[in-house]
């Protein structure tokens, strides 16, 4: 009996020793594996970075995309023509004005690499083939109020001739405001205000105010116009747009009456 009982416990401590030994066997194997991982990761990291490539994103597929449609470092109007021809997107679609949007270019008509590379990399593209299929999605931006708002107050900027201008002209300003603010219903001076435009003779551009003031305008003011003070912060020119307005339509947009103030009657006393 007693050395049944020494067998048993000797048995149970080589079981105990080999349960540990397989234990810390696992924990070696999982170590090790997980180090391979690691190494693996950090090498996937490593040979990425040789060639540009970050969350899918080929920075080199990018830059040579560029010289493709560039001369001495910079695409002109006749590279980008052929680069949105490749996109079969037309030079007055909205999405050449976004994609400008996400380069952060500084001007119509000229990418830069470091422009054209930015804006492939904020889009999360590195080809022709996933940038037209991301256009789509690129002209949902224009849904977003706080999206729409930053490529609005863009569109000045780069909008002008050169960065520094102070205006933009007002055939370019025409241009962008029919690609901005195409919905009549959301926006419903927007085309009477390009009409304007064309016919009055006072202005030959726009400045900051104006064009940031306009989509405000567009926005807050009623549609018949019943909110709208004349003694408000309002740019001049829109002042002058909304009597063209009254003018041009008086049924529609009535002048307000006036009455008069009997203080300032004059009673000449005899």
Known sequence: MGNKL???????????VDNKISKEKDVKDKKIKVEKNVSDHELNIKEKKKTNEIDGFNQKKVEDLFEN??????????????FFDELEVELDDVATL??????????????????????FKELKVDSITKLKQRIPR????????????EIYEFTYFWSRESTDKRCIDLETAVCQLELLLKDDKKYPFATPFRTYLGEQTSYKAMNKDQWRLLLEFCLTINEDLSNYDDNGCWPVMLDEFVEWLQEKHPDRYPKPQVEDDPYLTYNPVY
Do not use: R
């Not at 020494?6 to 105990?16: G, H, I, Q, R, V």
């Not at 976004?98 to 804006?119: D, H, L, P, R």
């Not at 690129?138 to 708002?149: A, G, I, S, T, Y």
């Open 6 to 16: 020494t067998k048993s416990k000797k048995s149970k401590k080589n079981l105990n």
């Open 69 to 82: 449609y560039a001369e001495d470092g910079i695409m002109d109007f006749e590279g980008i023509g052929e």
């Open 98 to 119: 976004i994609f400008s949007y996400y380069c952060k270019a500084e001007t119509m008509c000229f990418y830069t690499k470091e422009e054209f590379v930015q804006g």
């Open 138 to 149: 690129m002209k949902q931006d224009l849904q977003d109020e706080n999206k729409f708002q």
